[in-house]
């Protein structure tokens, strides 16, 4: 069974930094995407940043210049690399990893950025 665990969420001031981390275990594919997704409260779930293969990123307007998306294509792990932070990145963070049809989800890590 497929299982999808993140880590890395927390309290931190505004201008902190936080990494997230997220492992997929379970399936013997290399996932083709890895991606990021937050959901703050009332708010749709949005695309935060996506990482194609090994090297094509792309990110939410948002967060550019500020989080990176990296991956070990070999463990099906992804980081987000969160400088920066400002109050309107709370939220619940999302790791998805896919392969063709399938996508994986892991069940979230909660960001809070308050002073």
């Known amino acids: 069974q497929v299982q999808v665990v993140e880590s890395g969420g927390g309290l931190v001031q505004p201008g902190g930094s936080l990494r997230l981390a997220c492992t997929v275990s379970?399936?013997?594919?290399?996932?083709?995407?890895m991606s990021w997704h937050r959901q703050a409260p009332g708010k749709e779930r949005e695309l935060v940043a996506g990482?194609?293969?090994?090297?094509?990123?792309n990110y939410a307007d948002s967060v550019k210049g500020r989080f990176t998306i990296s991956r070990d294509a070999a463990k099906n792990t992804a980081y987000l690399q969160m400088n920066s932070l400002l109050p309107e990145d709370t939220a619940v963070y999302y790791c998805?990893?896919?392969?063709?049809?399938?996508?994986?989800w892991g069940q979230g890590t909660q960001v809070t950025v308050s002073s």
């Open positions: 990482i194609i293969g090994d090297s094509k990123r």
């Open positions: 379970g399936t013997r594919s290399r996932l083709t995407v």
């Open positions: 998805c990893g896919s392969v063709g049809t399938n996508e994986f």
